[in-house]
T-cell receptor, first 116, second 111 residues
Framework: DAGITQSPRHKVTETGTPVTLRCHQT?????MYWYRQDPGHGLRLIHY???????DKGEVSDGYSVSRSKTEDFLLTLESATSSQTSVYFC???????????????FGEGSWLTVV | QKEVEQNSGPLSVPEGAIASLNCTYS??????FFWYRQYSGKSPELIMS????GDKEDGRFTAQLNKASQYVSLLIRDSQPSDSATYLC???????????FGGGTRVLVKP
């Protein structure tokens, strides 16, 4: 158990409404990530954070924003949800790797979002 | 071309046989590689990682890496019905401490 909690776990929302997903971790990990997973596309990185108030874009960041005001919380916001954002969203955490070995990324349980 | 590519499957394997999963990557800057298992409706869980050329064994799993050929594989020995899942290959780059995932290979182990 990597101590990651995502909320809400399931949500149905209407097109054009704002939506915020929350990721909470209890073990003081430096890196936090938001991925989305869709059939045929696998897991794709939306945004990630490498410290409080330090964030950067991933490969599919359009339409999403993030914030990290505390080490333990990483929020993903869809400012105006669209049907193309219907997906499963996974939060993940890790710490800086040592040398070339990298460091393991652990995933939360996922948030299922449906935009109608 | 995707950075990490996998055959989507399904790979059908008789119980007790060896399942062989393949993964290729395009970025030679990738430093290490991870295999995750994902059951339907669940989150990915780590099986093992590898960053040196050659084989690495962990229980019934063996990961193989060939950086010259940009190729990673996972062998599952003595496959069990509980191994039926989607297996995700991922490449790690130190910049951003990020993993890039392939689309996954679905494995079906038939009793």
């Amino acid at each position: 158990d990597a101590g990651i909690t995502q909320s809400p776990r399931h949500k149905v929302t209407e097109t054009g409404t704002p939506v915020t997903l929350r990721c909470h971790q209890t073990e003081n990990h430096r890196y936090m990530y938001w991925y989305r997973q869709d059939p045929g596309h696998g897991l794709r990185l939306i945004h990630y954070s490498y410290g409080v108030k330090d964030t950067d874009k991933g490969e599919v960041s359009d339409g999403y924003s993030v914030s990290r005001s505390k080490t333990e919380d990483f929020l993903l916001t869809l400012e105006s949800a669209t049907s193309s954002q219907t997906s499963v969203y996974f939060c993940a955490i890790s710490d800086p790797g040592s040398g070339s070995s990298g460091n393991t990324i652990y995933f939360g349980e996922g948030s299922w979002l449906t935009v109608v | 071309q995707k950075e990490v590519e996998q055959n989507s499957g399904p790979l059908s394997v008789p119980e007790g046989a060896i399942a062989s999963l393949n993964c290729t990557y395009s970025d030679r800057g990738s430093q290490s590689f991870f295999w995750y298992r994902q059951y339907s409706g669940k989150s990915p869980e780590l099986i093992m990682s590898i960053y040196s050329n050659g084989d690495k064994e962990d229980g019934r799993f063996t990961a193989q890496l060939n950086k010259a050929s940009q190729y990673v594989s996972l062998l599952i020995r003595d496959s069990q019905p509980s191994d039926s899942a989607t297996y995700l290959c991922a490449a790690f780059k130190a910049a951003g401490n990020k993993l890039t995932f392939g689309g996954g290979t679905r494995v079906l182990v038939k009793p």
